[in-house]
């Protein structure tokens, strides 16, 4: 983290002095849409800590499979594929449940899957590439998730 | 007003929960109250440092120029102007699905758009900056080295069925 906010103040730095108009601008545009985002960001927090009181560690634990890694990699692609959850409320959502036991393979099917399918979107890429060619992309998004999922549960040694 | 009020509802009402399970000792309350306070401190502790890189991110890259370049070439160049386009990309598949169709319209090849489109959903940097903070950057390399080999793969395939189905991207689509 601490790299992450040095890499940061350098890089506004850096922006300022090449122009300063950019840089003054860089950081406008940042610290708006953190603003913007931050009742989101809260709203969240506030719904997921309110959730996870009612569903415990080891009822997520029993739904995402510790025991079998295979079936809570399924409903980890199920619920990607279904919901659309941006990244930045997908990602932090991870993080919990990383904390609470849940393991890569079946959060990397999670993410994976909410990336690359997408059934809520399903119309409008229908209306550009046609019912046929959306298809074939969503079904590759799929496969390509439980790949995805696949390897990473290897190299974190958790399927080996 | 109200409009400018809603987001702040569920915080209000959160608000007044809390307090309330405090001064009457509610145990459920107070209990998803510590919730509230471990999880605001683990995921809001990046994200404004991620924010101040959208921000630098948003001035200095120019689109238009991307654009042009993605539109002449062909080949493995093109698949690197698909890349670096994706990576740029803010705002999800939505937004892609029209530039998509524009460049399509400007004489790029299906390939580059299938390419284009299947990497946006993969290599936004904002999305990958999140993963990278909450999941590791094994969790998130793993994924990046095994999904674009095989959507280069997917890409070139799809393009090269489709060819000889004499494929067309829809023409009449009514802009949003």
């Not at chain 1, 506004?12 to 860089?26: A, D, E, H």
């Not at chain 2, 605001?40 to 890259?61: D, H, N, Q, R, Y």
């Not at chain 2, 670096?84 to 758009?113: C, D, R």
Request: with cysteine.
């Amino acid at each position: 983290m601490f790299y992450l906010y040095g890499f940061v103040i350098l890089a506004l730095i850096v922006s300022y002095l090449i122009n300063n108009q950019k840089g003054k601008k860089s950081f406008k545009i940042g610290s708006k849409k953190l603003i913007k985002n931050l009742p989101i960001f809260f709203n969240m927090i506030i719904l997921v800590s309110i959730t996870l009181y009612f569903i415990t560690d080891d009822l997520i634990i029993k739904f995402l499979g510790e025991g079998n890694i295979i079936e809570g990699l399924l409903f980890g692609v199920s619920a990607g594929s279904i919901t659309l959850m941006p990244g930045f409320i997908a990602f932090p959502l991870s993080g919990v449940l990383l904390e609470k036991g849940v393991t890569y393979t079946v959060l990397a099917g999670f993410t994976n899957s909410l990336m690359l399918v997408g059934i809520m979107t399903f119309p409008i890429e229908r209306k550009y590439f046609g019912t046929k060619v959306a298809i074939i992309r969503n079904v590759f998004g799929v496969i390509l998730a439980l790949i995805v999922a696949l390897v990473t549960g290897i190299v974190f040694g958790e399927l080996i | 007003m109200i409009k400018k009020i809603k987001p702040f509802i569920p915080m209000i009402l959160f608000g007044i929960f809390i307090l309330i399970s405090n001064l009457t000792n509610f145990q459920p309350g107070i209990d998803i109250f510590q919730n509230f306070l471990k999880f605001s401190k683990s995921m809001l502790k990046f994200i404004p440092a991620i924010f101040m890189i959208l921000g630098l991110f948003e001035v200095w890259t120019n689109r238009a120029i991307i654009e042009k370049h993605l539109g002449e070439e062909s080949g493995i160049k093109g698949y690197f102007w698909a890349l670096v386009l994706s990576v740029s990309m803010i705002g999800g598949l939505h937004v892609a699905f029209p530039i998509a169709y524009s460049l399509y319209k400007k004489g790029a090849s299906l390939k580059v758009i299938f390419a284009y489109i299947t990497f946006t959903t993969v290599c936004r940097v904002p999305m990958n900056l999140f993963e990278i903070s909450f999941m590791g950057i094994k969790f998130t390399l793993v994924r990046l080295l095994v999904s674009i080999p095989l959507m280069l793969i997917f890409s070139q395939v799809l393009s090269k069925y489709l060819s000889t189905k004499n494929y067309k991207m829809k023409i009449n689509v009514t802009e949003e």
